[in-house]
């Protein structure tokens, strides 16, 4: 089994390209952004509670993100693969993702980092901002606190997995299709 974790700064096309991914290899893709606006769309508790910090351009807390992760993984034993988009956002996170896939027998065989600069992402987010419905990505304060939660808080989990040699950088500029050719060709080199 493949598990992959897509990387990189809000943006920077994980969503998209994860999707992508999922149907070519018949990997199950988990979003955890996606699962928190799932919640968030059908009133649940734990939607409101996450809304609480999505709305400030924070991380919803571990405890809470772990658990619904953790969720969606014990819902589907039998998937060749999975791409984790969104998730681990921070080290202890890659901590538990590590144990819940070594509790299977398993474990991530790559990273892989969108790379994107500041003011490409931010430009992208405004724009996806006129049809996402998303209050996060509408104000520029909000997208520049994501920015730095990613970097101060995020990012640290590319170097937790560099450590073996398992986290990959790709370049997240230009066409759909030529990224995902990128990202294919690397998957498919496993
Ligand atoms: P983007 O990658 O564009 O920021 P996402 O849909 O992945 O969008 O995430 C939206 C928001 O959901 C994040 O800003 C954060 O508040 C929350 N979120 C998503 N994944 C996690 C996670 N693994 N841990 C904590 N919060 C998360």
Same mark, same amino acid.
């Given at each position: 089994? /493949? ?25 199950? *893709? ?23 910090? /999505? ?66 992402? /931010? ?11 998303? !209050? ?31 986290? *990959? ?14 990202? !294919? ?6």
């Amino acid at each position: 089994m /493949i598990n992959i974790i897509l990387f990189g700064p809000p943006g920077s096309g994980k969503g998209t390209q994860a999707q992508k991914l999922a149907d070519k290899f018949n990997f199950l *893709h988990i979003s955890t952004g996606d699962l928190f606006r799932a919640e968030i769309g059908n009133k649940t508790e734990l939607g409101q509670e996450a809304m609480s910090y /999505i709305s400030k351009g924070l991380l919803v807390p571990d405890e809470i993100t772990i658990g619904m992760l953790r969720k969606k993984v014990e819902e589907n034993p039998d998937v060749e693969g999975i791409i984790f988009d969104g998730f681990p956002r921070n080290v202890l996170q890659a901590e538990a993702l590590d144990e819940l896939l070594a509790e299977r027998d398993q474990q991530i065989s790559a990273l892989i980092a969108l790379d994107v600069d500041d003011e490409e992402i /931010i430009g992208r987010i405004l724009e996806r901002s006129k049809t996402s419905g998303r !209050s996060d990505d509408a104000d520029v304060d909000i997208i520049k606190n994501r920015i730095n939660v990613y970097k101060g808080e995020t990012a640290p989990v590319f170097d937790y997995y560099l450590e073996d040699e398992r986290s *990959h950088t790709v370049h997240g500029v230009g066409s759909i299709e030529e990224i995902f050719t990128r990202l !294919s060709d690397l998957i498919s080199a496993l």
